[in-house]
Structures are given as C-alpha cells and as structure tokens.
C-alpha cells in the first residue's frame, strides 16, 4: 500500500471508531433528554449543586489541550520533532490538570452525600462524566505513547499519521465535553 | 512554509473564539430565559463542535467519504433520540 493510501485507510478507520464512540455516548444522552422531560424540576434543583466555575475552568483546559495538541500536529507536518515532543507534553499535562479538578468535583459531590444512586440526574451525572473521564485516561495513554514513539525518532515531515489520528481521538474527548458541559452544569 | 504559518494563525483563531463562546454560554446561564436557555446552550455548544470539528480535526480538507464517516452517526443519533421521544412521549 502507498503511504497516501494507507494515510487515508487510517483516517476513514478512525473516523468509523469516533462514529461508534459518538452513538455509546448517544444512548446516555437519550436517556438524558428522557428524564429531564420527565423530571424537569429534578434536573433543575440538582444542576445547581454542581460547580459551574470548575465546568468552565475544566472546558478551558480541555479546550487548550485541543490547540496544544493541534500545534503538534502543524509542528510534525514542518517535520520539527522536538516542538511536537514539547506540545504532547503539555496536551498530557493539561488532560491531567482536567482530571484533578474533576477528582476535586466528585470527593466534594461525595462529601455532600451526592452518590451515583443518589437520583436519576446524580446518575446520569456521573455515568456521563465517568465515561469521559475514562476516555481522557485513554486520550493520556495514547498520547504518552505518541510522545514516546516520537523521542525514539519514529515520526517525521513525511510519516506522522500516528500522532493525526491521536489528535483526532483527543478532539472527540473535547467534543464531548463540550454538549456535556451545558448540559449538566448550566441548563439541567 | 506561509500556509503552515497562516494555519498556526487559524488555530489560535479558533482557540479564542472557543473560550469566548464558553464564557457566553456561562454568562447566559446566568441569566433566566425559560426554555431559551437550553437552545442558546445547545445552539452555542454545536457552534463550538463545529468549529472543534471543521478546524482542528480538519474536516474542511477532507474528502466526501471522510464526511459521509463524519455525520452518518449524527444522523443515527437524531434517529434515535426521535425514535426514542416518539415512545416515551406518547405513553
């Protein structure tokens, strides 16, 4: 296979994995959608009890680590290694930052007695941002692998469509989060 | 070497015009509107995928197939959240 085809067999491959991704996380958002017309005032009173200032600082971060990591790429398609080394760093710094605040968000939830069998929001909640949370763990695992392929010399101006479809994976972890964000913090 | 440049530009571009639109989309919640809030939320949110999706995951140089692979699970997520209502709503 020519390297532009087999580029582009990896892109439409990944492309197809998201397309799944998109309809396991489309289920929950069904179930969403259902409940909150079935519990409005539910949805309501629960919302407030999240903290919309770290939802938005945490859409921050997870919006820079999307630029970071898009740099990357622009960086390794001029072939400079080093500057890709550097932007996967800080995606994978950033993505750990997200993971912080959101293990700070959810000791707090369980401090005020907010469990996933608290109530159906509650439930929805954390299932939700659970299922993201894992897919940002796996994000980090992809891209540590990257950034080590990428110290052992393996990419270049020429081959670099690892690190592209790394990228596109770690764009529908920010994807997501951006319709989770609203969803559960600002219109419950 | 200048596209490359040009397209670091656009990036940073779009990098500002995500975190504006999330500080929006902030402010408005705090604001009551009734049901408004919930299209401006979803209205400003899809702006922000888009603009995820066209730029940084490059949807705009890609090819037909790769957006047939793009929006054919959009179109089965409608069908299910349809399908869906159409169920529930009606019991």
Redesign the interface.
Known sequence: MDPATAR?AA??GI??F???E??LF??L??AY??YR??FPQLFYEDHLKLD?VLG?VN??VL??S??T???GI?AI??GRVGLLKLYLSLTILLAGVFLGIKYMEYTGKFHHGLFPDTDIFFSLYFMLTGLHGIHVLAGMAALGTVLFLAGKGRYSESYHTPVEIT??YW??V??VW??L???L???G | MKEHDSGIRIYLVVWGALVVLTAVTVAVSYVHLGMMNVVVALLVASVKASLVALFFMHLRYESKLVWGFALTPVFFLVLIIAGTLLDTSFR
């Open positions: 582009e892109t439409l492309w197809a998201l397309a799944t998109v309809l489309g289920g958002f069904t959608i259902i017309i079935k919309r938005a859409t921050v919006i820079g999307s630029l990591v898009a740099l622009a398609r001029k990228g596109l764009h529908f920010d994807l951006i319709y964000f609203p969803l913090y600002l219109v």
